[in-house]
């Protein structure tokens, strides 16, 4: 089984700023820590992080035949995005939405979701442990 882990724009400034939102790890301490679980697991894991948009439609559209399963955070464009929703849809591969805060205690902005209508479950709210609690879903969803 192999997953692949999309993070959106500033993901990798996490530990730089707003730790109070976010926590005090950095995004390579997010990427060894999912690591790990998924070698106790035995799951092959890659990471792509961008600020563009269009680049991760791309990873997505490249996921097609070689990911079981996919992590996603995209950010700031969970609330925006048409263009990962409909890249998800197009490669139909199984997926799980994560946001490292609780983001139906935020800004109004911020409970919207596009990508929300096609994972199969969304994590929220609950810091790293959110990632490794959505490999463990794909996991169960998978095996
Ligand atoms: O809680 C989450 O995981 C979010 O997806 C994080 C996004 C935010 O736009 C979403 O509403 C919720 C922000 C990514 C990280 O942004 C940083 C900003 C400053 C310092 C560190 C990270």
Redesign the pocket.
């Known amino acids: 089984m192999k997953i692949l882990v999309l993070n959106g ?3 990798n ?2 530990g ?3 730790p109070e939102v ?1 926590g005090a790890g950095t995004y390579s301490d997010l990427c060894e820590k999912i690591k790990a679980h998924c070698e106790k697991k035995d799951i092959g894991v890659s990471f792509f992080q961008s600020n563009h948009e269009g680049a991760l439609v791309d990873e997505i559209q490249k996921a097609l035949g070689v990911y079981d399963g996919i992590v996603i ?4 464009y ?2 925006t995005s048409v263009a990962i929703l409909d890249a998800l849809k197009a490669v139909k591969i199984p997926a799980v939405e ?4 609780d ?1 139906s205690k ?1 800004e109004d902005f ?1 409970r919207i979701s596009y990508v929300r209508s096609y994972c199969f479950k969304t994590i929220s709210g609950k810091g790293f442990d959110g990632y490794l609690e959505a490999v463990d879903a794909l996991c169960g969803a998978l095996l």
């Open positions: 724009p500033n993901i400034m996490l730089v700023r707003e976010y955070n995209p950010a700031a969970t609330h994560v946001h490292i805060s983001v935020r911020r």
